[in-house]
């Protein structure tokens, strides 16, 4: 079963069009800022560059991150998708959310090139949390 955010969380998403990602790699951080879509209550994430963007190589290289959302961090956990039903809704959601804005960059966004880089961010419970 998919880990989702709760509701407050994805309230605020639904007020931004992109969240931070922090990953860390080698004994550095790295920070990238992306743009996302949420489907089913669900947070998903993908690369305009394909699989040679920095923040996705080093995101399978190491799943755990932070998202960043303003000043809210979230330890989570990022899965790639290959349900192919489901990268169609992505790219729908990916369409409706930013081709107004960014047609090009969007064209891009949902190019078949790019849809083997959607990733799932999933919650992730820290131990000891509440």
């Known amino acids: 079963m998919t880990k989702q955010f709760h509701s407050e969380i994805l309230a605020q998403l639904s007020a931004r069009e992109r969240v931070g990602i922090e990953i860390q790699m080698d004994g550095k951080v790295h920070r990238s800022i992306l743009r996302f879509v949420v489907h089913q209550g669900t947070l998903y994430i993908r690369s305009a560059h394909g699989g040679n963007a920095l923040w996705y190589k080093n995101l399978r290289a190491n799943a755990n991150a932070d ?7 979230i330890p989570i ?5 290959e349900d192919d039903e489901t990268l169609v ?3 729908e959601h990916y369409a409706q959310k930013y081709g107004y804005m960014l047609p090009a960059s969007t064209r891009t966004m949902i190019h ?3 849809l083997p880089t959607t990733l799932r961010i999933e919650p992730v419970e ?5």
């Not at 956990?77 to 998708?81: K, S």
């Not at 820290?126 to 509440?130: F, H, Q, S």
Request: glycine content about 8%; aromatic content about 0%.
């Open 89 to 91: 809704r992505v790219s």
């Open 67 to 73: 998202l960043h959302i303003g000043r809210l961090h």
């Open 126 to 130: 820290v131990e000891g949390a509440r």
């Open 77 to 81: 956990r990022a899965v790639v998708v």
């Open 112 to 114: 078949d090139d790019v």
